[in-house]
């Protein structure tokens, strides 16, 4: 089960962002809304929040205040959130945890595939990429963090970056030239993901070695990388051979 846990005070999450499917047994079958989360007996008390032991993933708005049933909310008491991130998840090494807030900067996580925590997102982007982030959950049975930080064509956004790094690398070299890998060593990281999520059932080893022994020219490679950005653009994912 996902577990979002938001105070969702005055009802924002329908007032603020129009969202309703949280709540009205949509996702029921993946995801189970919870609004108050009582104060432990002590500091170290975790009891209380034994059932995320098991969760598949935890969406925490960081300033979800513990709640009292004589007074409410209580304000400024903040234990829960702590002892979820620090205990119950441990900053996603135990379950993937997802941290958002408005008052937060812009989102703070691992690009790479498999991330396990955001530990910053903006609440209006974190609800905006909700929804596809639960469809890709129930379409896949994977939890796929990079969607709540980059929406569902989130590798469009990740190649861009790529591409962007890869070809400024090579911005000042002519074009006649051919293309040498030690043009490529400052940006070898990035060229390997980008290769990667443009051809993933690509030995990624027989390619490097192809580009080796089969010099192109710079012209051409700006080519190549710049048809597989438009095609992630376009469709989401590369439709183009590297030949």
């Known amino acids: 089960m996902i577990y979002l846990i938001d105070d969702n005070q005055n009802n924002q999450r329908f007032e603020n962002y129009n969202i309703s499917f949280t709540d009205d047994d949509s996702y029921s079958e993946c995801l189970q809304s919870i609004e108050k989360l009582k104060k432990g007996k002590n500091?170290?008390?975790?009891?209380?929040?034994?059932?995320?032991?098991?969760a598949v993933c935890i969406?925490?708005?960081?300033?979800?205040?513990?709640?009292?049933?004589?007074?409410?909310?209580?304000?400024?008491?903040?234990?829960?959130?702590?002892?979820?991130?620090?205990?119950?998840?441990?900053?996603?090494e135990k379950i993937p945890l997802v941290m958002f807030s408005n008052s937060m900067g812009n989102q703070e996580y691992n690009f790479q595939s498999g991330t396990r925590y955001i530990s910053s997102i903006k609440k209006n982007l974190f609800y905006e990429?909700?929804?596809?982030?639960?469809?890709?959950?129930?379409?896949?049975?994977?939890?796929?963090?990079?969607?709540?930080?980059?929406?569902?064509?989130?590798?469009?956004?990740?190649?861009?970056?790529?591409?962007?790094?890869?070809?400024?690398?090579?911005?000042?070299?002519?074009?006649?030239?051919?293309?040498?890998?030690?043009?490529?060593?400052?940006?070898?990281?990035?060229?390997?993901?980008?290769?990667?999520?443009?051809f993933p059932k690509l030995n990624i080893n027989e390619f490097f070695s192809h580009l080796e022994d089969d010099l192109i020219k710079i012209y051409e490679f700006k080519k190549k990388i710049n048809l597989i950005t438009e095609s992630f653009t376009k469709y989401g994912r590369n439709i183009h051979t590297w030949k």
């Open 43 to 54: 500091l170290s008390d975790i009891s209380h929040l034994s059932f995320l032991e098991n």
């Open 59 to 92: 969406l925490l708005h960081s300033t979800t205040e513990d709640y009292d049933q004589d007074i409410g909310f209580i304000s400024g008491s903040r234990t829960n959130v702590l002892k979820i991130k620090e205990l119950i998840s441990a900053d996603g």
């Open 129 to 198: 990429n909700l929804l596809p982030f639960l469809d890709h959950y129930k379409n896949t049975g994977e939890i796929e963090l990079r969607v709540i930080a980059g929406g569902k064509n989130f590798v469009s956004k990740d190649i861009l970056a790529y591409a962007t790094e890869i070809l400024d690398s090579i911005k000042f070299k002519d074009n006649s030239e051919e293309l040498r890998m030690s043009d490529l060593s400052n940006v070898l990281t990035s060229f390997r993901i980008f290769v990667k999520l443009s």
